[in-house]
């Protein structure tokens, strides 16, 4: 039996395989039957390398129709796609390829000048290029390819995707997703949210994340309709789509650029059936707002990298705003106290979940295992939260230091790590403080070493600009002459955010 997650999205296919799968910018169609074609040169490319199933295909790429058909190309060659942000340095990347031991890698042509020595400096052999208009030496060397490629057999447990995710050390893990993971989430979500042949989905996500590239992609073929398929956010090319389409999908940010779109009204979303949020927190205000203005509740749903989708609000019945809903069909979700015993519905504690969704490990990382795990199984995801009498989830915090902007998440330690370095500074606290559009703002606070003239505002800017993914650069960075302590020695970052969480300096 083949558990292979392409052979799954590929038994829902069209039987027309003239039917639309990519709606573009321009007006042009990718239909099924093309989709297929390319995605099987692809695959007769890569496994043409000599490639053997297993291997580590890593992709730093913009979004393009060619992105999404090399991730399912992966799949179809029994290879582990690595999709990595664009915005990464060449620092940041070269921790993966390092980590992860990439059989080949696929860029943008513009990263070449420092990839191609951080690949050859690491034995890896095959280096292919893909711009954001879907050209280059990729799709080059793929064209005279096979478009018969038959599809190579995986077991449930086998890698289909390694995502790395930060750390609170500051140092990234990968998560391990297999088959069984991406399939079993891919039809709880199709199910729940109640897909129909005549759906159309609004696909404006990055697709070298979860959220764009498992939960809308997959929801998408596994109905074998179309999505609307665009190369970012922008809000209103999203209204206009929202006009003639039946479901989008979206982090808050997207909700609250919407809602300042003036035509964002009744009549505009008169054909949508289903808004989705998730990624981080949707204020309840965006939720009521976004009510009074379309008539439409937002559903609000909750997942990790390391997870897949957990917890939806229903399709049918109330969609509650500030809470993530219910435990999704063959997911565990238990909220536990300092202990590990389970806690009664009210009481806050961490969350911990379990069900075939849930990754294995972290790729080369046994010891993380062992911290992430309970001895039950279950993961703990390192959110606080707590159940209502009738069995709402709520996420109240976050035991882990993480910072979610935008939908991305940064970790302090690692923007902290990168600001230590510059010689003028003694140490430094990095927090997240409440932003109107990203929900969260990375601000740094930084200590001048002594007897050094301080560094300014924007040279510690400028300094993380040429090291760090741009979302992870501080809005804003202040300069103090120390740290606020507890007795402990520890940094009181709730100090922090509270005394720069009005932008005051
Ligand atoms: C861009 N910028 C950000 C940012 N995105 N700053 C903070 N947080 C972000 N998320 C900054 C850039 O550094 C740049 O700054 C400026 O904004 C303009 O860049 P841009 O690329 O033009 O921005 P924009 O297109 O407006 O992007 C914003 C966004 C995008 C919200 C549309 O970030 C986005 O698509 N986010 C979605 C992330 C996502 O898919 N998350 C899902 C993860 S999966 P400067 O100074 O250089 O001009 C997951 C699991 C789950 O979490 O449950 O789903
Ligand atoms: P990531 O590592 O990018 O997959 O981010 C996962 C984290 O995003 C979770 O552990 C949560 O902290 C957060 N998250 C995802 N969805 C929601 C949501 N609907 N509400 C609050 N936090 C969320």
Not at 71 to 91: D, H, T
Not at 322 to 339: E, I, K, Q
Not at 345 to 357: C, H, R, W
Request: with cysteine; aromatic share 8%.
């Amino acid at each position: 039996m083949d558990d292979n997650l392409y052979t799954l999205l590929a038994s829902r296919f069209p039987a027309d395989r003239g039917r639309p799968l990519l709606l573009l910018e321009d007006g042009r169609e990718l239909t099924y039957g093309e989709a297929e074609q390319t995605c099987s040169r692809f695959a007769a490319l890569l496994a043409g390398l000599g490639l053997a199933p297993g291997e580590r295909v890593a992709v730093q790429v913009e979004k393009s129709p060619e992105a999404l058909l090399l991730y399912l190309a992966c799949l179809r060659a029994g290879l582990v796609y690595l999709p990595l942000n664009s915005a990464y340095q060449a620092g940041e990347v070269g921790y993966f390829l390092e980590n992860a031991e990439p059989g080949a890698v696929v860029a943008q042509p513009r990263s070449l000048p420092w990839l191609e020595p951080l690949a050859a400096a690491r034995g890896i052999r095959h280096v292919f290029t893909l711009d954001e208009h879907g050209a280059g030496t990729l799709v080059d060397a793929a064209r005279a390819g096979s478009t018969g490629f038959a599809t190579v057999p995986r077991a449930a447990d086998d890698l289909a995707a390694i995502l790395y995710t930060s750390g609170t050390t500051g140092r990234s893990k990968g998560a391990m997703i297999t088959h069984r993971n991406l399939a079993s989430n891919a039809k709880v979500l199709h199910a729940y949210w109640g897909f129909r042949p005549d759906d159309v989905l609004v696909h404006m996500l990055p697709l070298f994340h979860v959220h764009g590239l498992f939960v809308a992609a997959h929801c998408v073929l596994m109905n074998g309709t179309a999505m609307r398929f665009h190369a970012k956010f922008d809000a209103a090319r999203a209204l206009a789509d929202i006009r003639r389409s039946t479901v989008f999908m979206g982090v808050p940010t997207f909700y609250t650029r919407l809602l300042a779109e003036p035509g964002l009204d009744r009549e505009a979303c008169a054909r949508m059936r289903l808004f989705v949020s998730g990624s981080a927190p949707l204020l309840a205000e965006t939720h009521v707002q976004f009510e009074a203005r379309t008539g439409h509740r937002i559903l609000e749903r909750y997942g990790m990298t390391e997870t897949g989708m957990l917890t939806s609000n229903p399709l049918e019945g109330e969609r509650r705003p500030g809470t993530v809903g219910f435990p999704l069909p063959g997911t565990s979700v238990r909220v536990v106290g300092d202990d590990g015993a389970a806690l009664a519905a009210g009481e806050i504690g961490q969350i911990q979940v379990k069900g075939d969704n849930v990754l294995p490990g972290y790729w080369r990382m046994p010891e993380k295992n062992k911290e992430e795990f309970t001895a039950d199984g279950y993961f703990r995801t390192g959110d606080v939260g707590s159940f209502s009498p009738d069995g709402y989830l709520s996420i109240v915090g976050r035991s882990k230091d993480l910072i979610i902007t935008g939908g991305y998440n940064v970790y302090p330690k690692e923007v902290e790590r990168a600001i230590d370095e510059l010689p003028a500074v003694a140490e430094s606290a990095v927090v997240g403080v409440p932003h109107p559009d990203f929900g969260e703002a990375v601000t740094a606070v930084v200590v001048p070493r002594a007897g050094q003239a301080a560094p300014t505002e924007s040279e510690v800017i400028a300094w993380l600009r040429s090291r760090l993914a741009n979302f992870k650069v501080p809005k804003r960075v202040f300069v103090v002459d120390e740290l606020p302590r507890n007795t402990m020695g520890k940094v009181q970052k709730n100090v922090l955010r509270d005394r720069y969480g009005a932008g005051a300096g």
